[in-house]
């Protein structure tokens, strides 16, 4: 009996600089792939990429055809960079209030545009370049709607295609308080146009996990049965309100900004929950997706968002390892590679 096709979808979640872990975990995934099929870049393995905010610029990156291990050299040479020293820590609490954000969002378009071009010979990419399909939540200010951006995977897909990889990404992983609204005009050859305040698609999309299942069952015509969905978080915590927790003020729940964790980690939780809950419902196995998620649980030790302590980024690195070393070989079964969907 010949075994079925599939379609192999990867999803990336958003988690600030946590998304180390993630890249290392792809670092390690890439190396093993490469020995068992030599010259095949990481995107080549998978038939659609989404990812939110970090996971944005992951999932673009991969892609373009980005080793994983630069990803991971991004990341922690360039934490201090896009996350620089907290200048608010000195102003008193009540006139924090009057800051937009905390970090300006200057460097981090500039290190992806620069990272970005560098794999599309120095020329920065529309969506139109990547190599791969992808879809990048966002959640769209301007006209207050969320926005899933995607690569002309499909013939209804008339616009995305024309803007940068950059401002698609920092559409993405523009986290409300950590940075501000991104708004970017395009001019190129295939058009031009304006996006007003998108920001961090983590607060209805933070694992993207069902994104990618829709966008396969409903776009693009995939059995359900026939997709293996590869899920990667950015490491969990546990958000712990104590019943003698008193706030000395309103500002508590935003600087740091402890409510959109809280958000952005629950949202994820939720989506897992969800997945299973749809592979309930096909019951049998046969006739439902297979997922794998894997997530790395940190506990009551959560490393923040916006941590660039030495310290923390090795520490990511050491549990995207970990993980990695537990995982890889589970993985490698998991995506049936010898097996493969063709997209008409």
Known sequence: MQE????????????????????????ELEREL???YPGKKLYEHFDLIC???????????????IPAKDLVRFYKENAKIIFPNWYLKFIPSKAKAIITSIYSNRQLAAKLKEIYSSANGNKPPLLND?????????????????NVLKTKHHKE???DYKLFAHDVALSSASAPVYFPPHTFSYNNEFGNGHNENMIDGGIFANNPSLIGVFEATDKLKIDIADIHLLSLGTGK???????????????????PPRLLDIILD??????????????????????????????????????????????????????????????INEILTFLKLEQHVELS
């Open 51 to 65: 990812g939110t905010s970090t996971g944005a610029i992951l999932a673009i990156a991969i892609a373009l055809g």
């Open 266 to 327: 629950s949202q994820s939780q939720i989506t897992e929950q969800y997945l299973h809950f749809m592979q309930r419902i096909f019951g049998n196995k046969d006739s439902s997706f297979k997922y794998l998620r894997i997530q790395h649980d940190m506990g009551a030790d959560l490393i923040e968002l916006n941590s660039t302590s030495k310290h923390s980024l090795n520490r990511l690195e050491s549990i995207g390892d970990e993980v990695a070393k537990n995982k």
């Open 237 to 255: 915590g546990k958000h712990i309100i104590k019943s003698s927790w008193k706030p000395k003020h309103i500002f508590y729940w935003f600087l």
């Open 34 to 36: 490469e020995l068992l």
């Open 130 to 146: 990547l190599k791969a399909n992808v879809c990048i939540p966002s959640f769209n200010g301007g006209v207050g709607e969320i």
């Open 4 to 27: 079925k096709s599939t379609f192999r979808i990867l999803s990336i979640d958003g988690g600030g600089i946590r998304g180390i872990i993630p890249a290392k975990v792809l670092a």
């Open 157 to 159: 897909y008339k616009r």
